[in-house]
C-alpha cells in the first residue's frame, strides 16, 4: 500500500500540472488503468503516451483533487 505521505506527493504534482512526470515518477513499470467503460491500459509507457496524447489537444488545464482519496491495499482512487 502507498503511505500517505507517496500519495500527498503524487497529488501535488497532478495539481502542478505536471502530469506526465506524475505518471513516470509514481506509476509502476506494469501499472494499470482503466476510463469509465474503457478497457484496461497497461503499462507505464501506455500511460505516459496517453497523457502526451491527451495534453496535445489542450490549451490549458487545471488540475484539482476531489477529496477523500479512496485506499484498500494496493488499489488507490483519486478523483
Do not use: W
Request: aromatic content about 6%; hydrophobic content about 40%; some cysteine.
Amino acid at each position: 500500500m502507498p503511505s500517505a505521505e507517496t500519495l500527498e506527493r503524487f497529488v501535488a504534482r497532478v495539481a502542478a500540472n505536471a502530469h506526465v512526470e506524475a505518471v513516470e515518477e509514481f506509476y509502476t513499470e506494469n501499472s494499470s488503468m482503466r476510463e469509465n467503460q474503457g478497457e484496461p491500459r497497461v503499462g507505464r509507457d501506455a500511460h505516459i503516451a496517453n497523457e502526451r496524447r491527451f495534453l496535445a489537444r489542450l490549451k490549458s488545464l487545471t488540475s484539482k483533487c476531489v477529496r477523500p482519496i479512496f485506499v484498500n491495499g494496493d488499489l488507490v482512487v483519486i478523483r
